[in-house]
């Protein structure tokens, strides 16, 4: 049993030496070496997306860490629930608006600009989307835009998927 802690303790060790070197695209949160999120079954929404959504999102504590910084235009790609439906924003630029919960509670508004991609059909609260996008800080827990295509090429590509779907 001795043994056993000890081995464990040392893979600890090398695991977390490791993690020092790691490089984050965005300098303004701490270094963090995500390649792949792969949830366990259950353990958020995320847990039955394939794996070519889920490649390349981001630890669901970067959105906490950029709410209590209050950070703006951090590229994210993560998933959460649905938690209501809101009215289309047609001031200027339309936009389908919703509230996603993500998997540590945190709850996001979405602006998907629907004079650029197509709106998500039949969206409705309880169902899991996938995103790619932009936060922006806000106080009450921030928002998520471009996630779509942008026609000029200045922001990557963002996207929402459900059930398979893609919409930019």
């Known amino acids: 049993m001795r043994r056993f802690r000890t081995v464990s303790l040392l893979a600890c060790l ?4 490791c993690c ?22 259950g353990s958020s929404a995320s847990a039955n997306l394939p794996d070519s959504v889920t490649v390349g999102f981001v630890p669901v504590a970067t959105f906490s860490q ?11 790609s993560q ?23 993500l998997s540590n509670g945190q709850t996001l508004l979405f602006a998907h600009n629907i004079d650029i991609a197509p709106r998500v059909p039949d969206l409705a609260v309880g169902q899991v989307v996938a995103f790619k996008g932009i936060y922006e800080w ?8 471009w996630t779509h295509r942008d026609p ?15 919409w930019q």
């Open 14 to 17: 090398a695991a977390l030496s």
């Open 20 to 41: 020092d070197h790691a490089q984050q695209e965005d300098s303004r949160l701490p270094a963090t070496k995500v390649d792949t999120i792969l949830p366990t079954a």
């Open 66 to 76: 950029a709410l209590a910084n209050s950070l703006s235009d951090v590229p994210v």
């Open 79 to 101: 998933s959460g629930t649905v938690t209501k439906v809101l009215a289309d924003d047609n001031d200027g630029s339309r936009h389908q608006k919703f509230v996603l919960r």
């Open 138 to 145: 806000n106080n009450q827990g921030g928002v998520v835009h």
């Open 152 to 166: 000029s090429g200045n922001h990557a590509a963002g996207w929402l998927w459900r059930d398979g779907n893609i």
